[in-house]
C-alpha cells in the first residue's frame, strides 16, 4: 500500500470513529432531554392530580391533553373503535340510526357525533360548563348542559358511551333516554359493569351483568344484540356491556 493510500485509509478509520462518537453524544442528548421533559410533564400531572382528584372527570381531560399528541384524534379513534362494534353487532339486521340522534356524555371532543350521518345532532354533556372552567379544549359545543331543555319523544337513536356509570343512578339514566326516545328508538350502549372494589367518587355504581339486563329491562328497553367482554375493548380493563337496544 502506498503512502497516499495509508494517510487515506487512516482518515476514514479516524472519520468514522468521530461519526460513531458524534451519533453517541446526539443519542445521550436526545435522551436526557427526553427524560427531563418527562419528568416535566409528570410533576405537571402530580399537581393537577392533588388539585382535582385523580379520579375526577377534569383530571382525565386535563392528564389527556398533557399525555396525547393530540385529544381529537385521541377521542377520534375511540369513536371510530366503538362504531365498528356497533356496526359488527347491527350486522345482518340493519338498524337504520334515523333522522335524529342524541349522544349522552359526549366529552369536550364530541363523542361518536362528527362521525356518523344525520340530519340533526344533539350532544349532552352534563359537566360541560365544568370543561370551560378549567379550560379543556372543546372541539364540539354541547347543545345542552341537562336534559331539561331536550324534547321528549323526539329522537330515533340516542348513543351513551362510557357515561351513564359516571352518574347516580344507572336506571335513571336509561329511564331518562327512554323518555327523549321515539317509539322503537334505538340506544347504543356502552357501559361497564364494575366490581364493589372498582367502584370510587366518579364511577359510584357495581353491577353485574344480569343486573344491568333488570335495569335495561324496566327502564322500558328490549336488548336486540349485545357482547359482554371481560375487558374493555376500547379503553380500560373493567367488564363491559356494548349493546343495541329499543324503546318498546
Avoid at 393537577?48 to 393530540?70: D, Q, T
Avoid at 340493519?94 to 350521518?117: A, H, R, W, Y
Wanted: charged share 25%; net charge positive.
Amino acid at each position: 500500500m502506498s503512502i497516499k493510500e495509508e494517510i487515506k485509509s487512516r482518515l476514514m478509520r479516524i472519520n468514522a470513529f468521530n461519526l460513531i462518537k458524534d451519533i453517541y453524544i446526539i443519542k445521550l442528548l436526545l435522551n436526557y432531554f427526553s427524560l427531563l421533559k418527562n419528568v416535566r410533564v409528570r410533576r405537571k400531572i402530580n399537581r393537577l392530580e392533588k388539585k382535582l382528584g385523580r379520579n375526577s372527570e377534569i383530571f382525565y381531560w386535563k392528564k389527556a391533553e398533557i399525555v396525547k399528541l393530540s385529544l381529537y384524534t385521541f377521542c377520534k379513534v375511540r369513536a371510530l373503535n366503538i362504531l365498528k362494534i356497533f356496526r359488527e353487532l347491527n350486522g345482518e339486521i340493519n338498524l337504520s340510526l334515523g333522522e335524529k340522534v342524541i349522544e349522552i356524555g359526549t366529552g369536550p371532543v364530541g363523542g361518536v357525533l362528527d362521525f356518523i350521518s344525520a340530519e340533526e345532532r344533539w350532544g349532552i354533556e352534563p359537566i360541560y360548563s365544568e370543561y370551560i372552567k378549567n379550560k379543556i379544549l372543546i372541539i364540539r359545543e354541547s347543545t345542552a348542559e341537562h336534559n331539561v331543555n331536550v324534547p321528549l319523544n323526539n329522537f330515533n337513536s340516542a348513543f351513551a358511551i362510557n357515561s351513564i356509570d359516571h352518574g347516580d343512578n344507572i336506571k335513571l339514566c336509561l329511564i331518562n333516554i327512554n323518555r327523549v326516545l321515539k317509539n322503537n328508538g334505538l340506544l347504543f350502549l356502552h357501559v361497564h359493569c364494575r366490581k364493589l372494589e372498582q367502584t370510587n367518587i366518579l364511577h359510584k355504581q357495581n353491577l353485574d351483568i344480569n343486573e344491568l339486563k333488570v335495569c335495561i329491562l324496566k327502564s322500558g328497553f328490549e336488548i336486540v344484540r349485545y357482547n359482554f367482554y371481560e375487558e374493555d375493548p376500547i379503553s380500560s380493563t373493567y367488564n363491559t356491556f356494548i349493546g343495541i337496544l329499543k324503546k318498546f
